[in-house]
């Protein structure tokens, strides 16, 4: 190993010359990751308030007036909470199905013209949230938006499509699903292509028709893909702060105001710096159980059949 | 027979909906040569009735926003730049280093800084504010470019490379006297060009469109991203005037749809090579 014939001539210089490589990343991480998460997990547990400069330690309290029902925090934790996983339940079986179907139909279409396809499907993931939002907040406007023009020249009623639920989440979920639906896209893509031919070949054979051998054989071999799409867009789903702020503003009611709104809420408009890490440090833990339970339950089953 | 009406058919499908997904972009496009009268009596017209360039000329001349929009543009562009430059520079280094030197504690930092790839930013981002708050960084471009800097994605994506990288090419060049250094400029990191330009195009698009993190360190007009200084222009003066609205996104929009589309086929390949299958 070349690593070894160098270390051989002198090993504590050697030793010093490569940890120079990786002290510039070290260096952040610890700024700007590894030393944050150290303090937001002690801020939570402090009075920490941007009017005043003391912050004394009040132990589990913020955590405590979270879990409390008569406690304001606690409508803004569990009611931001419950808007969030509406929106990933609203959001992820599409953002994977579809991205899936759009896979396999590119994957069926004739080599030549597949790359100006997926270059189509691929290309609202290059936009900013703030675009999106624009965008769909007028075409969905109620009077002179694309969709409800549309609508009213077939004879339908213009529809509320921001200001009366379930209009609102559909149109939140539309616009996510267009935005970042490319990205599974590619993912399943690249999936499919690494299934081999001679599988097909021997189900068709076999008498297998396109659904059974999309059961039986691609869904099977592109488990990875679909686990890791599900983990990511989970993640983001449960991320999701631009597009009910900027389309919604958090309405009809409260009914989209979700967790990342309340928390951001609660630090910089009430400038509750301690509770609102409390809130963040409970948000995180929720989504580390998630991602860690979609993984154990997909690994068993990929186990379990091998 | 039957197959080739099949393929017919799907093309036609994809067809439909390659047109549904361009719509919105379409759209967006249009309004912008729209004058403000036409764009809010409705419509379904795509190519404007009354053609003008008036709603760019407006924004390109600063008038209705808080600052030139160019200032903006700079931002996200320099910001978007410096930041990419860091990434790739300090992660290569540091899977390289990882990856196949000699460092110490190496079996323990590798670990510790993927395992952060699981943090979400939700728990780092409160402290980060009160950090750059506390040196008075806030409104800055420290603020806008390092802590996209410690994210653990490249130095993981780089580290598979540098692991199958064969390694008869570096003691070669070790037997001709070559150091470490050297071996890494000259020997290593030509053959790594497809990957780091994938995670160019990937950390240059998570800064020129991040939303939540320079909307809240930064608070002056001056130091508005064009993503969160059009969220703001669209919740203050410009609520209603999606002509204006639209060519702004516009503006905002064709810089990195260019990148994107020059970019496309590495960010494809890369995330082949990166082992997401």
């Not at chain 1, 050697?14 to 991480?29: A, C, G, I, Q, R």
């Not at chain 2, 510790?112 to 008075?136: A, E, G, K, R």
């Amino acid at each position: 190993m070349a690593s070894q014939v160098i270390s051989r001539k002198n090993s504590k210089k050697d030793k010093f010359t490569s940890f120079l490589f990786v002290l510039p990343y070290l260096v952040l991480f610890l700024g700007f990751m590894f030393i944050p998460l150290i303090y937001g997990i002690i801020i939570s547990f402090t009075d920490y308030n941007l009017l005043s400069s003391e912050a004394t330690f009040n132990g589990f309290e913020n955590y405590a007036r979270i879990f409390d029902p008569n406690s304001a925090l606690n409508s803004i934790f569990f009611d931001g909470l419950w808007n969030t996983l509406q929106f990933v339940l609203y959001t992820v079986p599409f953002l994977v199905v579809i991205g899936l179907a759009l896979a396999l139909l590119l994957n069926y279409l004739p080599k030549k013209i597949t790359g100006l396809y997926r270059t189509i499907f691929f290309i609202p993931y290059a936009i900013s949230v703030s675009v999106v939002s624009i965008i769909f907040l007028w075409m969905l406007d109620t009077n002179a938006g694309l969709i409800n023009n549309f609508l009213m020249n077939l004879g339908f009623d213009s529809i509320p499509w921001l200001t009366k639920q379930p209009f609102a989440w559909v149109s939140l979920a539309g616009a996510t699903v267009w935005w970042t639906i490319g990205f599974n896209m590619i993912i399943f893509i690249n999936a499919l292509n690494e299934v081999p031919e001679e599988l097909y070949e021997a189900a068709s054979i076999d008498g297998a028709g396109a659904w059974k051998q999309l059961i039986s054989i691609t869904l099977p071999s592109i488990r990875p893909a679909m686990l890791f799409t599900i983990l990511m867009s989970t993640i983001q789903s449960f991320n999701v702060y631009g597009q009910p702020l900027l389309m919604t503003e958090g309405g009809p009611g409260d009914s989209t105001e979700v967790l990342l709104m309340g928390i951001v809420n609660q630090a910089f408009s009430q400038r509750e710096i301690g509770t609102a890490s409390a809130m963040a440090v409970l948000m995180a833990l929720i989504m580390i159980i998630i991602s860690a339970v979609q993984f154990k339950i997909s690994n068993k089953k990929e186990k379990g059949e091998a | 027979m039957k197959k080739k009406r099949n393929t017919a058919l799907l093309i036609i499908i994809a067809t439909i909906l390659a047109v549904v997904f361009i719509i919105p972009l379409l759209w967006m496009f249009s309004t912008a040569f729209k004058t403000d009268f036409e764009a809010i009596a409705g419509g379904l017209n795509f190519i404007p009735e009354e053609f003008t360039w008036e709603n760019f000329t407006y924004i390109l001349s600063g008038q209705g926003l808080d600052v030139q929009v160019f200032r903006w543009m700079f931002n996200s562009v320099f910001s978007g730049i410096v930041g990419t430059l860091i990434i790739v520079a300090i992660d290569a280094m540091a899977a390289y280093g990882l990856a196949r030197l000699n460092v110490p504690f190496k079996k323990f930092l590798f670990p510790l800084f993927i395992s952060t790839l699981m943090i979400p930013f939700v728990i780092t981002f409160l402290p980060m504010y009160l950090q750059f708050s506390s040196v008075n960084l806030l409104n800055t471009y420290a603020v806008l470019i390092l802590p996209y800097t410690a994210n653990a994605f490249g130095v993981f994506l780089l580290y598979q490379f540098f692991k199958g990288f064969p390694k008869e090419l570096e003691e070669a060049a070790h037997l001709d006297g070559a150091n470490k250094w050297q071996i890494f400029t000259k020997v290593v990191l030509p053959s790594a060009k497809p990957i780091m330009w994938t995670l160019a195009i990937f950390s240059f698009m998570t800064i020129y469109n991040d939303f939540l993190w320079p909307l809240v360190a930064t608070n002056s007009p001056e130091m508005r991203t064009l993503t969160t200084g059009i969220a703001i222009m669209q919740q203050g003066s410009f609520t209603s005037s999606y002509g204006k609205l639209m060519a702004l996104t516009t503006i905002a929009t064709l810089p990195i749809l260019i990148v994107f589309l020059i970019g496309q086929k590495q960010l494809i390949k890369g995330i082949t090579q990166s082992g997401i299958k």
